[in-house]
């Protein structure tokens, strides 16, 4: 397959993912702690504002936390969960995916917000995990009140961390709502991004600096890897249109444009990332395509030579033992899901492709729990960028459901 000829505009589409999957930080709340050194001491800081009392702190070290509590409280709470944010980033209340304006709606609601930085960036789903759950105690100490409902939203990263708590601890929750969720778990995730570093390599060798384990440090991301991976694209665009069918490669894309864009993006986290991952595994191998035979996703649209050559040619990589422990505790979804759960996905989504949904759905149906999952998806190109009304309707919807569980529950 040849894909359409890429234009000239391309390069200026990718230069703007120098911030990859829209995940720039909205400025707009002066009240948002900045870094670790914001707010210090054993008590809250207390804003009273129109409408709402807001409670800032730090707790488990650096992990700085916020409460906002409306006037016409309802008693129910929204513990927030974020995504992932480059591990050299300071420490902060999160503000990209448009949470402050998704905060402030659902205060204006009646609900109270709980949320936090983690003690660590990066792929922090363990300590993710660890400082969410902590919120709820910690709301009851600052605000001298215990919800009467406890409901879980989360972004990208974030939906795996949520789905951790519902699995592990359901009894502590009322239901969950993810928005463009990585819920298909941490090894999904890092094949994705490593199957298309590795076919990109193949495809156009020497291109890129180091391998898809081995990122050089201190490289300038413009320079060294979106300028040359759309040079190399418009040089070529067939070895694109190659990676784009194979199966294990589903890149995201309606155009030729979203196509380079879903390319940049999964490379552009390989190297943002792959340091910090790591050291989280001690510098062991944290993919694997070691037994992968790579195949074309719909039968018969890539020559069968093509696709020897690239079973042969491909870098191999194998997964550690000890990485997979790793994964399995922090962490491997395993359908367990006993609460309402509405997720929401774009069925385009660069940065967390949509078949995480369908491999959690997988999992939760094999569990028995399907009854328990609603997914819903949006005919749109992005990753995070649902808007205030659309988490406000499906928490409202997500109410609905955990609703009509308990009425079941009740005639049974």
Same mark, same amino acid.
């Given at each position: 397959?040849?894909?359409?000829?890429?234009?000239?505009?391309?390069?200026?589409?990718?230069?703007?993912?120098?911030?990859?999957?829209?995940?720039?930080?909205?400025?707009?709340?002066?009240?948002?702690?900045?870094?670790?050194?914001?707010?210090?001491?054993?008590?809250?800081?207390?804003?009273?504002?129109?409408?709402?009392?807001?409670?800032?702190?730090?707790?488990?070290?650096?992990?700085?936390?916020?409460?906002?509590?409306?006037?016409?409280?309802?008693?129910?709470?929204?513990?927030?969960?974020?995504?992932?944010?480059?591990?050299?980033?300071?420490?902060?209340?999160?503000?990209?995916?448009?949470?402050?304006?998704?905060?402030?709606?659902?205060?204006?609601?009646?609900?109270?917000?709980?949320?936090?930085?983690?003690?660590?960036?990066?792929?922090?789903?363990?300590?993710?995990?660890?400082?969410?759950?902590?919120?709820?105690?910690?709301?009851?100490?600052?605000?001298?009140?215990?919800?009467?409902?406890?409901?879980?939203?989360?972004?990208?990263?974030?939906?795996?961390?949520?789905?951790?708590?519902?699995?592990?601890?359901?009894?502590?929750?009322?239901?969950?709502?993810?928005?463009?969720?990585?819920?298909?778990?941490?090894?999904?995730?890092?094949?994705?991004?490593?199957?298309?570093?590795?076919?990109?390599?193949?495809?156009?060798?020497?291109?890129?600096?180091?391998?898809?384990?081995?990122?050089?440090?201190?490289?300038?991301?413009?320079?060294?890897?979106?300028?040359?991976?759309?040079?190399?694209?418009?040089?070529?665009?067939?070895?694109?249109?190659?990676?784009?069918?194979?199966?294990?490669?589903?890149?995201?894309?309606?155009?030729?444009?979203?196509?380079?864009?879903?390319?940049?993006?999964?490379?552009?986290?390989?190297?943002?990332?792959?340091?910090? #991952?790591?050291?989280? $595994? &001690?510098?062991?191998?944290?993919? =694997?395509?070691?037994?992968? *035979?790579? %195949? @074309? /996703?719909?039968?018969?649209?890539?020559?069968?030579?093509?696709?020897?050559?690239?079973?042969?040619?491909?870098?191999?990589?194998?997964?550690?033992?000890?990485?997979?422990?790793?994964?399995?505790?922090?962490?491997?979804?395993?359908?367990?899901?006993?609460?309402?759960?509405?997720?929401?996905?774009?069925?385009?989504?660069?940065?967390?492709?949509?078949?995480?949904?369908?491999?959690?759905?997988?999992?939760?149906?094999?569990?028995?729990?399907?009854?328990?999952? #609603?997914?819903?998806? $949006? &005919?749109?190109?992005?990753?995070? =960028?649902?808007?205030?009304? *659309?988490? %406000? @309707? /499906?928490?409202?919807?997500?109410?609905?459901?955990?609703?009509?569980?308990?009425?079941?529950?009740?005639?049974?």
């Amino acid at each position: 397959m040849k894909p359409e000829r890429i234009s000239t505009t391309m390069v200026t589409v990718a230069l703007l993912l120098v911030a990859l999957g829209g995940c720039a930080d909205d400025e707009s709340n002066p009240l948002t702690p900045t870094s670790a050194d914001a707010v210090r001491g054993d008590k809250a800081t207390v804003i009273i504002e129109d409408g709402y009392t807001r409670y800032d702190g730090v707790t488990g070290g650096d992990n700085l936390y916020a409460f906002l509590v409306p006037d016409d409280w309802n008693g129910e709470l929204v513990l927030y969960a974020h995504g992932f944010i480059d591990s050299e980033e300071p420490l902060a209340l999160p503000t990209n995916d448009n949470v402050v304006a998704i905060r402030d709606r659902v205060v204006d609601m009646g609900f109270a917000w709980a949320y936090c930085s983690y003690r660590e960036n990066g792929l922090a789903v363990k300590d993710g995990a660890w400082a969410t759950r902590q919120l709820q105690n910690l709301f009851v100490a600052v605000v001298k009140s215990e919800p009467t409902y406890t409901w879980l939203m989360a972004h990208s990263l974030g939906g795996l961390i949520g789905v951790e708590l519902v699995e592990t601890h359901p009894n502590e929750y009322d239901g969950i709502l993810t928005m463009g969720g990585m819920i298909g778990g941490t090894r999904a995730q890092l094949d994705y991004v490593g199957h298309v570093r590795i076919l990109f390599d193949f495809f156009y060798p020497g291109v890129l600096p180091g391998t898809v384990i081995d990122v050089p440090e201190g490289l300038d991301l413009t320079q060294d890897v979106i300028y040359p991976v759309v040079g190399a694209v418009q040089a070529d665009p067939t070895g694109l249109g190659a990676l784009s069918l194979i199966r294990e490669t589903p890149l995201p894309y309606r155009s030729a444009e979203e196509l380079v864009e879903s390319l940049v993006t999964a490379i552009g986290f390989d190297f943002r990332g792959i340091h910090d #991952v790591l050291e989280r $595994t &001690e510098d062991r191998c944290p993919i =694997d395509n070691f037994d992968t *035979e790579y %195949a @074309a /996703a719909i039968p018969g649209t890539l020559p069968p030579e093509v696709l020897a050559m690239v079973n042969a040619g491909a870098q191999r990589y194998s997964r550690s033992r000890p990485t997979e422990n790793l994964f399995d505790r922090h962490y491997e979804p395993s359908g367990e899901l006993t609460v309402p759960m509405i997720t929401l996905h774009n069925r385009y989504d660069p940065v967390v492709p949509a078949f995480h949904e369908t491999l959690y759905a997988t999992r939760v149906a094999d569990a028995g729990n399907a009854a328990n999952l #609603v997914q819903v998806f $949006t &005919e749109r190109y992005g990753h995070t =960028d649902f808007s205030a009304d *659309e988490a %406000a @309707a /499906a928490l409202l919807d997500l109410r609905d459901m955990a609703a009509a569980d308990q009425k079941m529950a009740l005639a049974d």
